[in-house]
Each structure stands twice: as C-alpha cells, then as structure tokens.
C-alpha cells in the first residue's frame, strides 16, 4: 500500500531565526527613518539610523554565538545594509536640505548609493578570497556601510546642537556625500574591530567606560555621536599606518602568536 501522507515539512530552532530578525529590524529601522525624514522629523530619522546601525551590529555576533551562520542570512543582511546605509541616509539629507539645490541635489544622492552599492558588493566578494591572510581581518576595505551612513549625517548631527544657519547648507551636505561616498570605495584600511582582544587587566575598567559611554550617549545623544564621527575620521591614519606595519610583519614572517592561531582557526574551519 502506497503510503500517501505529507511530507512534514523542516523545521527551524527559533535560535536559528534570531540573526534574521535582527536584520529585517534593522531593515524596518531604515524605511522609518526615510518615513520620519519625509514629514521633517529630523531627529526620529537620525536616531532610526543610529538603530539600524547597531542591530547590524548585533546580527551576524549573535549568528555566530547561536552558530545559525547561513548563505540566506548573509544576503539578506547585505539587501539590508544597502536599504538601511546606501538609501535612507542620502535620502534623509535629501529631504532636509540637498532638494533645494534642484537636480545637481540628486545627483549627489545618487553617487553615494552607487558608492554603497559598490563597497557593498567588493565586500561580500573578498568574503570568498582563499587567499586572505588570517591578520586582514582586523581591517575593513575603505570605511564600512554602517559608519558612512552615519557619518554623512554630521552636518544633520551637529545643527541639532549649533542652529541651522550654518550646517544646513546643500553645498555641505554635498561634500559630505562625495567625500565618504569616495572613502567607502577606495582602498583605505580602516580598522573593524572585530577580533579585538580585551586584556583580562583591563576588562572592568572597558566595562565602566561603556557604561559611561552609554550614559552620555543616552543624557548628550548629539554631542556624542559627533564625538564618536570626529574619533572615527582621527582614527583612520592609524589604521593605514597599522595595516602597512602588519603587512611588513607578513612578509617578513613575523607574525604574533593570535595571528598564527587565527590563521590556524581558519585552515581548521576549511576542513
């Protein structure tokens, strides 16, 4: 007798969707924030982007802890990061000020998305590079899509705190779209952070320091976040400086300890 039931169909541990939600959040964050900026609320959209920014953060960190890594959730956090980063930021500049200068406003929309667009795709390109060295991945290629949707906002940023008389200037906003749009694109190692290293010595004294950082982030949001731009763009020379040291190290074959082992880590996972 042919037995005619239904495949049941696979089902998926909730942990395993957490990183996916997390990123449509984020995603959801950008639309809102193009949402608010379109009826003039100027800080919502800001603070929607500053969201989006951390939960894209938080998604592939907590794919990793949780192990639901997938070819599904990397696409989609890509489709997100281009929404979120390359298309609500310019478009909320867009809104506040870069429609007054007419069509030449558009254009500069329009040549940061393309920026993103760009940095995003060679980023999910050298994913795949088996040639990568294991001490590349304390750097970005040019400044990531999370931090350039950000710091194209500074201008927006710092007339919260200082008037518009000044910020609000197209020709500003201008700049800032083509000078970051430029950055995310070329070749400048920026640091990522993402295998930083916390001494045990020096865990507590991180932990009091982000629990003031987020006291003044919440009680001084403006202040901080321009803070955190101005720290940002100051950082980037040493982090060329670093990578050419690194890079020097490699080719003499003077690698640390963490960097051989990393690189162990890496063969092991290939097999």
């Known amino acids: 007798m042919i037995d005619k039931r239904r495949p049941k169909l ?16 984020a995603l959801c964050a950008g639309m809102t924030a193009i949402n608010f900026a379109s009826r003039e609320m100027w800080e919502p959209s800001v603070f ?13 960190r907590v794919a990793r802890m949780l192990n639901a890594q997938s070819k599904f959730g990397a696409e989609l956090d890509s489709l997100s990061d281009f929404i979120s980063f390359g298309v609500a930021p310019p478009m909320i500049l867009y809104f506040w000020t870069l429609e007054h ?40 290629t040019g400044v990531p899509a999370p931090a350039g949707a950000l710091l194209i906002m500074y201008p927006l940023v710092l007339s919260f705190m200082f008037g518009d008389d000044f910020f609000r200037n197209p020709a500003m906003a201008a700049v800032f779209l083509t000078v970051i749009g430029g950055f995310m694109v070329s070749r400048i190692p920026t640091f990522s952070f993402k295998k930083a290293k916390v ?32 720290i940002y ?12 040291d690194w890079k020097k190290r490699a080719a003499a074959g003077d690698l640390d300890d963490d960097c051989a082992d990393e690189m162990a880590e890496k063969e092991t996972e290939k097999k």
């Open 199 to 230: 001494p045990h010595v020096y865990v507590l004294p991180v932990m009091l320091a982000v629990g003031l950082f987020v006291a003044f982030l919440v009680s001084a949001p403006w202040a901080m976040l321009s803070v955190i731009g101005a």
């Open 101 to 140: 200068a007419g069509r030449i406003g558009w254009v500069f929309v329009l040549f940061f998305t393309v920026c993103m667009a760009l940095r995003l795709a060679r980023f999910n390109t050298a994913l795949e590079d088996p040639h990568k060295q294991a001490w590349e991945n304390n750097f970005f």
């Open 48 to 60: 929607a982007i500053v969201v989006a920014a951390i939960l894209d953060g938080l998604d592939g």
């Open 10 to 25: 696979k089902r998926l541990p909730i942990n395993r969707l957490i990183p996916n939600m997390l990123t449509i959040a």
């Open 233 to 244: 763009l100051g950082s980037m020379p040493m982090s060329i400086k670093s990578h050419r």
